[in-house]
């Protein structure tokens, strides 16, 4: 049975959890320039701290306990380290050669964390999977950066999707069981993503991942930060057939349930959500509770809204363990043919 098939059988028994923030984690470690450039890039010429990604190369082990953290909670799907992992993200440090490497580190340290739990816990046959993340990156092709010169753009679609094939070719080969394009805020970027991952599959003849895919409402109107209604965007992604779709970041829950109730009753495939814990105090942390979180989602699984679950900004495998034992009472969100049948 392969990777798609599984996940199918498995959405279809229940409720799917996805692990929880990477970022909120590193920082509870207050890692420093030094521990960020390691031995390796202890002379880089740009401040590194804050590159997240580079901790797959310079402190694996840390990036390696987050995940296990997370399987412990009760994640099924690990996402890999590598939400900036792209030559344009990268630019920022000046690691642009780094993209590949990054990647194919990231995936392959998600697997290992996921056998190294298996063997601990004694549970070979525990159904985790590795879900290769691919952020919006931090430019976008749908707006200007210059509000005096509207039809500028500070990079081509071909740029963005070249980014994105090296992207995918690292997650790939370092092992990913999924490819997950997430937060998206300009669905021409994520157009850019789907168009380098169909492009890789037919140039490579490899048998095709998983894809995941999952957009950001940014405020109260409904809408992405491009314009889009959640609709608008639903339609303009559903041609990659992807296995699930969904929201996560930028809101927190309760803010996020509308939406979540009007993309349950337009998806025809699996519904994701991972919100944030509420949204940010004045101080830019989140202060929702583990207990608080769950509640909400729960609310989402009892009313047949979700088929997986999980957290995103301020969220901590403390939510993802309560999220995890709140969903065992709820059956998942069937696909609309079965709620015909």
Request: charged content about 20%; some cysteine; proline content about 4%.
């Amino acid at each position: 049975m392969n990777t798609g098939s599984q996940l199918r059988k498995l959405l279809n028994e229940r409720i799917l959890i996805i692990d929880g923030a990477m970022g909120t984690m590193v920082q509870r470690y207050r890692l420093q320039e030094q521990d960020y450039r390691g031995e390796r890039f202890k002379d880089w010429h740009t401040d590194v701290k804050g590159n997240n990604d580079l901790l797959c190369l310079t402190q694996p082990h840390i990036i390696k306990e987050i995940h296990k953290q997370y399987l412990q909670a009760g994640a099924n799907i690990l996402e890999t380290n590598t939400f900036n992992s792209q030559v344009i993200s990268l630019a920022d440090y000046d690691m642009q050669s780094l993209a590949y490497e990054l990647n194919v580190a990231a995936a392959k340290l998600a697997r290992e964390a996921i056998n190294e739990f298996k063997e601990n816990c004694q549970l070979p046959t525990a159904n985790c999977f590795v879900a290769g993340a691919i952020g919006p990156m931090n430019k976008t092709l749908s707006l200007s950066p210059d509000v005096n010169n509207p039809g500028f753009r500070s990079v081509t679609f071909d740029e963005v999707a070249d980014a994105y094939y090296e992207q995918i070719k690292g997650l790939v080969d370092g092992g990913v069981d999924i490819l997950l394009v997430e937060t998206i805020f300009d669905t021409l970027n994520a157009k850019a993503a789907i168009y380098a991952i169909n492009k890789y599959y037919r140039e490579t003849k490899k048998e095709k991942l998983p894809v995941m895919i999952s957009g950001t409402i940014t405020d109260a109107s409904g809408r992405t930060l491009s314009g889009q209604t959640l609709e608008a965007f639903y339609i303009s992604v559903m041609h990659a057939n992807p296995i699930s779709i969904g929201l996560n970041c930028a809101l927190g829950a309760q803010q996020m349930r509308p939406h979540i109730e009007e993309l349950s009753q337009i998806a025809a495939c699996y519904v994701s959500a991972y919100p944030n814990a509420g949204l940010p105090n004045a101080m830019g942390e989140y202060d929702e509770s583990p207990e608080h979180t769950a509640a909400i989602i729960s609310e989402w699984a009892k009313e047949g809204r979700v088929n997986l679950v999980g957290g995103c900004c301020g969220t901590t495998p403390d939510h993802i363990a309560a999220i995890a034992k709140a969903m065992k009472n709820y059956a998942p969100r069937p696909l609309p043919e079965l709620m015909s049948a």
